[in-house]
């Protein structure tokens, strides 16, 4: 029998039956979370986030609780990393980092795509969310998507001894 590829059709179905698989056995593959339904990889090379808030942070850091003012003690042993470039903290509904430049940045952690926590990658000097592969650029601007809104920033300065770093909106 001859067939024409171009007029057959298969359904999806069909399709994973004549695989060998089951729906049952997708429905395992998706509620196990494996590679079959990830969208992005996560960088483990990236310095793991400070808890939050911690001992060494002054004031509010929880933009549900009113506007954003803090301080934070980089001389406190929980935040002293930030002294050095391409380390960061989640503090309260913040992301503080000190990127390559020396310079400190602070943005809401919250990815604007679906809600997951953002991290600081230091390697390519951004934000990134490893939910679904959205990068930020140190401004909150949106780099690359799914996300379509960016970050919102915050003021931050550094007091002359280097010691204190206040963050505002």
């Given at each position: 029998m001859k067939s024409n590829l171009a007029t057959?059709?298969?359904?999806?179905?069909?399709?994973?039956?004549?695989?060998?698989?089951?729906?049952?056995?997708?429905?395992?593959?998706?509620?196990?979370?494996?590679?079959?339904?990830?969208?992005?990889?996560?960088?483990?090379?990236?310095?793991?986030?400070?808890?939050?808030?911690?001992a060494g942070?002054?004031?509010?850091?929880?933009?549900?609780?009113?506007?954003?003012?803090?301080?934070?003690?980089l001389t406190n042993s929980n935040y002293s990393k930030l002294k050095t470039s391409g380390q960061y903290a989640i503090i309260g509904s913040l992301i503080v980092a000190k990127a390559k430049s020396g310079s400190f940045i602070a943005l809401s952690k919250t990815c604007t795509h679906e809600g997951t926590e953002v991290k600081y990658r230091a390697a390519q000097d951004d934000i990134y969310c490893d939910n679904h592969g959205s990068e930020y650029s140190l401004t909150g601007a949106v780099d690359v998507g799914p996300a379509t809104k960016p970050l919102t920033q915050y003021k931050t300065s550094l007091s002359a001894?280097?010691?204190?770093?206040?963050?505002?909106?």
């Open positions: 057959e059709t298969i359904k999806r179905g069909e399709f994973l039956r004549s695989l060998g698989l089951s729906t049952g056995a997708l429905m395992a593959f998706y509620c196990m979370g494996t590679g079959l339904t990830a969208c992005s990889k996560s960088d483990s090379s990236d310095p793991a986030p400070t808890p939050t808030p911690a942070v002054t004031g509010n850091a929880d933009a549900s609780k009113g506007a954003i003012s803090f301080t934070v003690d001894d280097g010691n204190t770093l206040t963050v505002t909106a």
